[in-house]
């Protein structure tokens, strides 16, 4: 099984809609992060988050929101999605102790917005 | 604020070619560096990684990097790559342990 999983996998949505991006774990893994994927632009934080009660701003929020359900759940929201967010997603954790601890990654949810 | 820079935006290899792709970062604090590997239609993975010691690290498939700290740079090397190594290979420097910074890839491809 999947240690960390996202859902949907595929999304085409239009211009306008809410839309949410899942994402849960079992590495028992504090620290959460989403990202998107743009071709030529590497990786980009959008959110991240240490446990429940403590979630951050990365380099690209605006237009995103974030929610920690539970330890093991992080979900990424598009309140009004429009055609310049149509990216891959990739939800990713890290172990919280050690500056060396890479960061493990989902499979991405790709999103098309119409 | 924290950069990580990849030159090489696409490489176009032959089969049991050497490889090596460069990767400069802007942060002069104590570093950890990493290298991920993203194959077709998957997520990425790790490759190898740096945070002490030796500055010529091993990782998985025959893949190895080099930290040269007065350079600023962890450049990925591979002596013979396969058709298996196509992929996009990304460095990534974790900032104040929290945040971690990419570089923007490089898509390698290599011709059977």
């Known amino acids: 099984d999947a240690d960390v999983t996202q859902t949907p996998r595929n999304r085409i949505t239009k211009t306008g809609k809410r839309i949410m991006l899942e994402c849960s774990q079992t590495?028992?893994?504090?620290?959460m992060y989403w990202y998107r994927q743009d071709p030529g632009l590497g990786l980009r934080l959008i959110y991240y988050?240490?446990?429940?009660?403590?979630?951050n701003k990365g380099e690209i929020s605006d237009g995103y929101s974030v929610s920690r359900q539970a330890q093991a759940k992080f979900s990424l929201s598009l309140e009004s999605a429009i055609p310049n967010q149509t990216a891959l997603y990739f939800c990713?954790?890290?172990?919280?102790?050690?500056?060396?601890?890479?960061?493990?990654f989902g499979p991405g949810t790709r999103l098309t917005v119409l | 604020a924290q950069s990580v820079s990849q030159h090489n935006h696409h490489v176009i290899l032959s089969e049991a070619a050497s490889l090596e792709l460069g990767c400069n970062y802007s942060?002069?604090?104590?570093?950890?560096l990493f290298w991920y590997v993203q194959y077709p239609g998957q997520h990425l993975q790790l490759l190898l990684k740096?945070?002490?010691?030796?500055?010529l690290v091993k990782g998985i498939k025959g893949f190895e990097a080099e930290f040269i700290k007065s350079k600023f740079s962890f450049n990925l090397r591979k002596p013979s790559v396969q058709w298996s190594d196509t992929a996009e290979y990304f460095c990534?420097?974790?900032?104040?342990?929290?945040?971690?910074?990419f570089g923007s890839g490089t898509k390698l491809n290599v011709k059977p």
């Open positions: 988050s240490f446990d429940v009660k403590d979630i």
């Open positions: 942060y002069g604090g104590t570093v950890n």
């Open positions: 590495k028992g893994h504090d620290r």
């Open positions: 990713a954790t890290r172990q919280r102790e050690g500056p060396y601890n890479e960061q493990f």
């Open positions: 740096y945070f002490s010691g030796d500055p």
């Open positions: 990534a420097v974790p900032y104040n342990f929290n945040k971690f910074y």
